[in-house]
T-cell receptor, first 114, second 114 residues
Framework: KQEVTQIPAALSVPEGENLVLNCSFT??????LQWFRQDPGKGLTSLLLIQSSQREQTSGRLNASLDKSSGRSTLYIAASQPGDSATYLCAVRQEETSGSRLTFGEGTQLTVNP | DAGVIQSPRHEVTEMGQEVTLRCKPI?????LFWYRQTMMRGLELLIYFNNNVPIDDSGMPEDRFSAKMPNASFSTLKIQPSEPRDSAVYFCASSRYSSNNEQFFGPGTRLTVL
């Protein structure tokens, strides 16, 4: 059974700092990995999706990397801003002949202080 | 597109009552997912549909929970009878069959069972 772990559970940084969020998964036979952002009381917003054949994806100040063989992904946020404060979740999709089941981590709660 | 639409946004009910949650996926998406989020268990997949057919309902906690998708633009998640431990945020998500199957989430329904 796939298990996804995110470290740290919470992170507080001053504005402008570069930071890294970590995600690890136990079963490396994944199809892709997706990073989401969740604001308090809101739904999930998809940030980046990395296919298993890819090493990284970039969107603006965000960069996600994937090392499938070691079961790890990182989300790098450059020049953090107070508006980046949210919970960040990673989720993996298994290689399956059919289906699109996502397994989520517990999330990292990020606070960027002005 | 308006994104995934869920209703109601908030529901407060008493134990033993029937609860029906509704979801309208993004037009053209052929996968629909129901998730539950709690502090204790994080995000859990309850059930998902492909082309209106339930594919995997192994996450449905018990027989009190049922889900239907009568057509491509509508799905319901029903709890009967509801219990206090069902209190959670229920999310609906949809995706299009493609090489990445990126999932898009609705805003969620916050359910409180007294």
């Amino acid at each position: 059974k796939q298990e996804v772990t995110q470290i740290p559970a919470a992170l507080s940084v001053p504005e402008g700092e570069n930071l890294v969020l970590n995600c690890s998964f136990t079963d490396s036979a994944i199809y892709n990995l997706q990073w989401f952002r969740q604001d308090p009381g809101k739904g999930l917003t998809s940030l980046l999706l990395i296919q298993s054949s890819q090493r990284e994806q970039t969107s603006g100040r965000l960069n996600a990397s994937l090392d499938k063989s070691s079961g790890r992904s990182t989300l790098y946020i450059a020049a953090s801003q107070p508006g980046d404060s949210a919970t960040y979740l990673c989720a993996v999709r298994q290689e399956e002949t059919s289906g699109s089941r996502l397994t989520f981590g517990e999330g990292t709660q990020l606070t960027v202080n002005p | 597109d308006a994104g995934v639409i869920q209703s109601p946004r908030h529901e407060v009910t008493e134990m033993g009552q029937e609860v029906t949650l509704r979801c309208k996926p993004i037009s053209g998406h052929d996968y629909l997912f129901w998730y539950r989020q709690t502090m204790m268990r994080g995000l859990e997949l309850l059930i998902y549909f492909n082309n209106n057919v339930p594919i995997d309902d192994s996450g449905m906690p018990e027989d009190r929970f049922s889900a239907k998708m009568p057509n491509a633009s509508f799905s319901t998640l029903k709890i009967q009878p509801s219990e206090p431990r069902d209190s959670a945020v229920y999310f609906c998500a949809s995706s299009r069959y493609s090489s990445n199957n990126e999932q898009f989430f609705g805003p969620g329904t916050r359910l409180t069972v007294l």
